[in-house]
């Protein structure tokens, strides 16, 4: 076995999976997996589809690129803004795009064009979290600088909450959108397929609503790989956490005193943490650091805590065990943890679970 390691419950991803797709579709709406987490690896995208997923969605282009590659037929929404520098890629791989910029979609039309196919396109609408989007009074101006353009089709629009401030979904901004698209419709005499409503974080208002409304899609990661969604949200009954632990070796463990001694100055990066003295403790280094993970997203099981992180050490103290050389140390790990030890490539990653995933169906579905 080789630590670092990632190991990642396939079985309890499938089961979120499955539950939410299952879960939305009762209300309407289609859920399309954000792949983004798991850099678009083959494994996890078999499971998606084996879920129920129909479209898959990622941030970047390569992730794209890698699952498209990889043989996969299913249908891609790239979910950034395009990159100008990106375009042709962009039309040849992804089906679809989210979109905020007049001269991005004019030059997708244009690459469109050149390769003989269509492109599908959903525009954003700022609806108050000020990342990607359209202000909405100017959405009807802006289709119609757009359409009209060749080999490009709009399928939709949609918006992103909860990112970069936590404006949550409400009635307010969910209806705004709704009212948009009929609006949109209306204006131009389409029928536009797809009221793209958010992500993770927009799960619990789609469950709670029960009135008229066109939004009919989600974009979803946290949920399915976490079973989480912002922390000031109800928990979604039956989605497994805790899907994803990180594993590491400890390689030295001694009795020492917990202050240090000598003339102090900053440490290697640049920073000066205050200290307790609290006598002797019981203290390990493990072999992980800020190189391989964002460590203030790791943590540790009960009765441990992690003290201080260097490039390639994380010390830890033990309140009541004993930790001993060899010794391994599971950990959870938040979002930002999660991100970086995918990517890492220090960090051995095990798919555990394939085989049972199919056994473990929804008994039931919760409804709230
Ligand atoms: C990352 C992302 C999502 C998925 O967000 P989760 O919180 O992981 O569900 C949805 N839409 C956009 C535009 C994103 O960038």
Known sequence: MNYPKLNIDCAKIYQNASQLITQLALKNVTVTPVTKIFQGHPIINQLLIDAGAKMFADSRIENIQRIKQAGFSLPAMLIRTPMLSQLSRIVKYCEISLNTEIEVIQQLSIAAKQMNTTHGIIIMVELGDLREGVMPDRVIGFIRKIITLPNITIKGIGTNLACRYGIAPDDRNMTLLSELADEVDITFGLKIDIVSAGNSASINWVLNHD??????????????????????????????????????????????????????????????????????????????????????????????????????????????????????????????????????????????????????????????
């Open 211 to 368: 009135g008229q409304t066109r939004i009919n899609h989600l974009r979803i990661g946290e949920a399915i790989f976490l079973g989480s969604v912002p922390a000031e949200q109800a928990k979604i009954a039956g989605l497994q956490f805790n899907a994803i632990t990180l594993t590491a070796e400890v390689i030295e463990a001694k009795t020492k005193p917990s202050l240090p001694w000598g003339t102090r100055g900053l440490n290697a990066f640049g920073e000066k943490e205050t200290i307790l003295d609290k006598g002797y403790v019981t203290q390990a280094i493990l072999a992980l650091g800020r190189q391989d993970v964002c460590v203030t997203g790791l943590h540790p099981p009960d009765g441990m805590k992690i003290m201080s992180s260097t490039s390639d050490h994380l010390l830890i103290e033990a309140t009541d065990s004993a930790l001993f050389v060899g010794q391994k140390i599971q950990f959870n790990l938040d979002y930002s943890a999660i991100l970086s030890a995918i990517s890492s490539r220090y960090i051995h990653k095990a798919f555990d679970g394939l085989q049972i995933k199919r056994q473990n169906n929804i008994k039931h579905i919760v409804k709230h």
